[in-house]
T-cell receptor
Framework: NAGVTQTPKFQVLKTGQSMTLQCAQD?????MSWYRQDPGMGLRLIHY???????DQGEVPNGYNVSRSTTEDFPLRLLSAAPSQTSVYFC????????????FGQGTRLTVV | QQQVKQSPQSLIVQKGGISIINCAYE??????FPWYQQFPGKGPALLIA?????SEKKEGRFTISFNKSAKQFSLHIMDSQPGDSATYFC????????FGQGTELSVKP
């Protein structure tokens, strides 16, 4: 079982460039979410989705866009990268509120120069 | 503002000792309180979780203590081992999962 797959694992961007971080899960989970991890800040929720076609903002949504066209995929888009977006990004999925264990991907380490 | 506050930021414990990590929250709508463990280079993984209708949950060497009136919960690791060295996150859920700042635990042999 693949679980939650994130691509790429590493990425270097120049300020102002755009890119999409990919996240796919094969567990038929309804809930998917994106977090960023920074030293001393823990994991902060960027955006989340409770099902296909439904997304909502988390704690730190500015500078990021998401869409959920299928149950399996939840891409995170950076439209104009900034150095403040240098971080490790994690995608997570879970069945929903009744079974709320979140399964995480391996992360994407993004550096914006 | 941080909805879930975690302390300490780092913790050093001798092998065989007890590791204690504390968390506090403000939102009384939270109804699920998990702890996640993260090893370097890996994503977090669920360790143990509790719901607010119980005051304690134990799984092996790991125990969650929950104080609903104080809006606090803590993780106790008994007989800590070097293999427990990792970063631990508390979290709380009410429709979305919110994490604390993390505690870097180092267990010395």
């Amino acid at each position: 079982n693949a679980g939650v797959t994130q691509t790429p694992k590493f990425q270097v961007l120049k300020t102002g460039q755009s890119m999409t971080l990919q996240c796919a899960q094969d567990m038929n989970h309804e809930y998917m979410s994106w977090y960023r991890q920074d030293p001393g800040m823990g994991l902060r929720l960027i955006h989340y989705s409770v099902g296909a076609g439904i997304t909502d903002q988390g704690e730190v949504p500015n500078g990021y866009n998401v869409s959920r066209s299928t149950t399996e995929d939840f891409p995170l888009r950076l439209l104009s990268a900034a150095p403040s977006q240098t971080s490790v990004y994690f995608c997570a999925s879970s069945y929903g509120q009744l079974n709320t264990e979140a399964f995480f991907g391996q992360g994407t380490r993004l550096t914006v120069v | 503002q941080q909805q879930v506050k975690q302390s300490p930021q780092s913790l050093i414990v001798q092998k065989g000792g007890i590791s204690i990590i504390n968390c506090a929250y403000e939102n009384t709508a939270f109804d699920y309180f998990p702890w996640y463990q993260q090893f370097p280079g890996k994503g977090p993984a669920l360790l143990i979780a509790i719901r607010p209708d119980v005051s304690e949950k134990k799984e092996g060497r790991f125990t969650i203590s929950f104080n609903k009136s104080a809006k606090q919960f803590s993780l106790h690791i008994m007989d800590s081992q070097p293999g427990d060295s990792a970063t631990y996150f508390c979290a709380a859920m009410s429709g979305k999962l919110i994490f604390g700042q993390g505690t870097e635990l180092s267990v010395k042999p």
